[in-house]
């Protein structure tokens, strides 16, 4: 009866460990991000952080399978493409309140044309709604911290080069997070455990 209520102990035990697990192994690799981020603010812009970009990558494909992990990088290709279209639309009006919403207009119609035509060539690896929607959302915020990719080449491409970097990292950050979770949960006993470990206590309790 003892050993059985000992097993009983160390599942449960385990059982708790279990939700402390994930925040750890999360908390880990932000870190190693961390230290590659400090690196990189070096070859991009001097001082500069774009974890968030990372972030936004691992957050959007944290739960997806490695072939659309792989589909998204020409993804945020495509996307800050398009962004750069719709700046430029935009930028060709002058600027007022009714042709900068004609411009959006026009260029919102052009940007979902050409996202249905890649979500439907489904043999092509050119299809990742999420990665080209990931790809206009961090182009667009570039603009908060002084990278317009239209002011010069220079800009252009350490704009896409922050993004296709740090959004692989994020894709890569994803797999590992998964990866060494999927492992953990291996090792911890079924969840029926519990009841069986109870079951066999109980039993062996009767005959006694």
């Given at each position: 009866?003892?050993?059985?209520?000992?097993?009983?102990?160390?599942?449960?035990?385990?059982?708790?460990?279990?939700?402390?697990?994930?925040?750890?192994?999360?908390?880990s690799i932000a870190s190693l991000l961390?230290?590659?981020?400090?690196?990189?603010?070096?070859?991009?812009?001097?001082?500069?952080?774009?974890?968030?970009?990372?972030?936004?990558?691992?957050?959007?494909?944290?739960?997806?399978?490695?072939?659309?992990?792989?589909?998204?990088?020409?993804?945020?290709?495509?996307?800050?493409?398009?962004?750069?279209?719709?700046?430029?639309?935009?930028?060709?009006?002058?600027?007022?309140?009714?042709?900068?919403?004609?411009?959006?207009?026009?260029?919102?119609?052009?940007?979902?044309?050409?996202?249905?035509f890649f979500e439907n060539g489904a043999?092509?690896?050119?299809?990742?709604?999420?990665?080209?929607?990931?790809?206009?959302?961090?182009t667009f915020s570039g603009l908060g911290?002084?990278?317009?990719?239209?002011?010069?080449?220079?800009?252009?491409?350490?704009?896409?080069?922050?993004?296709?970097?740090?959004?692989?990292?994020?894709?890569?950050?994803?797999?590992?997070?998964?990866?060494?979770?999927?492992?953990?949960?291996?090792?911890?006993?079924?969840?029926?455990?519990?009841?069986?470990?109870?079951?066999?206590?109980?039993?062996?309790?009767?005959?006694?």
């Amino acid at each position: 009866m003892n050993k059985s209520i000992d097993k009983n102990n160390i599942y449960k035990k385990k059982s708790i460990a279990k939700y402390f697990i994930s925040p750890v192994i999360v908390a880990s690799i932000a870190s190693l991000l961390y230290i590659v981020d400090a690196l990189l603010a070096q070859v991009f812009v001097a001082g500069g952080s774009f974890m968030w970009v990372a972030f936004v990558s691992w957050t959007v494909f944290g739960s997806a399978t490695m072939k659309d992990r792989i589909k998204a990088v020409p993804g945020f290709l495509i996307g800050f493409l398009a962004a750069c279209a719709m700046m430029a639309i935009t930028s060709s009006f002058s600027a007022n309140i009714y042709t900068i919403s004609i411009s959006c207009l026009l260029g919102v119609f052009l940007l979902n044309g050409a996202v249905m035509f890649f979500e439907n060539g489904a043999k092509v690896w050119l299809n990742s709604i999420s990665g080209i929607f990931c790809g206009i959302f961090l182009t667009f915020s570039g603009l908060g911290v002084g990278l317009n990719p239209l002011n010069s080449w220079k800009e252009c491409f350490i704009t896409l080069g922050i993004i296709v970097v740090y959004g692989i990292l994020g894709l890569a950050c994803g797999w590992l997070n998964g990866t060494l979770a999927s492992a953990w949960k291996k090792r911890l006993p079924e969840d029926n455990s519990t009841q069986e470990l109870s079951v066999k206590a109980t039993n062996d309790s009767d005959k006694k």
